[in-house]
């Protein structure tokens, strides 16, 4: 009886034992974190704003022609580069032609009858002196002078009318800047058609390409800025125009429009820049991104990018105390550049920071941090367990 009451109370006392040696034991104490340090430095950073834009010609010229006549032959090559003044169309001379030598008749003739005008009051000059010939008769004759005159006059504008008119057979390019480039378009109407003025005329159309407009339409809300600028900046607003399909494609040019209203329907103001476009590499309706030069801030505090932490309410940086403890800096944040962001608030120039390993830093009243180079940082990352272990699980997959 005696022996089943000490064997019962055998496992009761193992258990005491068992918790009185786990509760003598420390918890282990976490190494120290490996961080990189790094200095707050200053930098002159330009402030851009990005956006979708379409390309659009500076001029687009209609050709149309200034009479009646039948298409008689086509000049150019469809698609291609145009200068001002070359003949596009010509249009048949013949009716033309006989105009003008009509009117060439009638100068003739109204100089003839001028002519003959003059001798007659010439001639009568001395008679109504001697009572020849009668007042009212002589009066007569200078109406007639004056007559013949006006119809000289008359004759030399139908002339003239008709000079121009011949000239117009030969189609041209308008008289447009040479310095700048043309393209035109496909042909509207063929050889031997009947063309002649009017609203619906349009034979072709000519667009400027060279210097072409970058079209861009920033928010409502950022008007403030670019007021600013264009009051008080010191140089134009300058523009980086990209293609999306190209990154090695990039042109330069200068904000030249601001529109005068914001569009109530899309709560955007429509600008456009000016682009030199000397290699013709745009064309009208192309699609660009459109990057504005805003300001540049001038000694601004920036830090690395990677070196920025991230709560649920704010942004911060660790730096360490004396005694290797890490602190939480809360930040505001500027524009990004590069791989550097601009902060507004929280840090100033020569502080130094925990710029690699902030990220495995846990809070807590224990924790501690060692400062290592990058050098070290990387072997150490490259000799961990699970670096070892992950290299080989590639090893063995491949």
Not at 21 to 47: A, I, L, N
Not at 219 to 243: C, F, M, N
Not at 262 to 282: F, G, K
Not at 372 to 388: I, L, R, S, W
């Amino acid at each position: 009886m005696k022996t089943s009451t000490a064997l019962c109370g055998l496992p009761m006392v193992m258990a005491f034992l068992l918790m009185a040696s786990c509760e003598s034991k420390t918890p282990e104490e976490m190494p120290p974190m490996p961080v990189v340090m790094g200095t707050v430095s200053s930098d002159d950073v330009p402030v851009y704003r990005t956006y979708p834009g379409k390309t659009q010609a500076v001029r687009t010229i209609p050709i149309n022609p200034r009479v009646q006549g039948i298409l008689e032959k086509v000049h150019y090559m469809q698609g291609s580069q145009v200068e001002p003044g070359q003949i596009l169309y010509s249009l048949e001379r013949e009716p033309f032609e006989s105009d003008r030598n009509s009117a060439l008749a009638g100068v003739a003739s109204a100089l003839a009858d001028l002519e003959y005008a003059q001798s007659q009051l010439k001639r009568n000059a001395p008679l109504v002196k001697e009572g020849a010939v009668s007042e009212d008769y002589y009066n007569q004759l200078e109406s007639n002078l004056v007559g013949a005159e006006a119809q000289v006059q008359s004759a030399r504008a139908q002339l003239v009318e008709a000079e121009l008119n011949l000239s117009y057979c030969d189609i041209r390019m308008p008289g447009v800047p040479e310095r700048h480039h043309y393209r035109i378009g496909r042909t509207f109407v063929d050889e031997g058609s009947l063309v002649s003025p009017g609203p619906k005329s349009e034979m072709a159309q000519v667009v400027q390409i060279s210097p072409i407009r970058a079209m861009f339409d920033p928010a409502g809300s950022e008007w403030p800025e670019y007021l600013k600028q264009s009051r008080y900046g010191s140089k134009p607003l300058s523009v980086d125009v990209t293609i999306p399909t190209d990154k090695n494609f990039s042109q330069t040019g200068i904000v030249n429009f601001f529109d005068n209203t914001v569009n109530p329907r899309t709560s955007t103001i429509e600008m456009w820049a000016e682009i030199e476009n000397n290699d013709l590499a745009l064309m009208p309706g192309q699609y660009i991104l459109v990057r504005v030069l805003l300001e540049t801030l001038q000694n601004a505090v920036v830090i690395p990018t990677s070196a920025i932490e991230s709560s649920a309410s704010s942004k911060y940086v660790w730096t360490v105390k004396d005694d290797m403890s890490p602190v939480q800096v809360p930040i505001e944040l500027g524009p990004e550049h590069g791989e550097m962001t601009v902060i507004t608030k929280g840090l100033s120039k020569g502080q130094k920071i925990v710029i690699d390993g902030g990220s495995k830093i846990r809070p807590g009243p224990d924790t501690k941090v060692r400062i290592v180079t990058k050098d070290e940082m990387k072997q150490e990352a490259q000799t961990a367990p699970g670096a070892a272990a992950a290299a080989q699980g590639t090893k063995n997959g491949s």
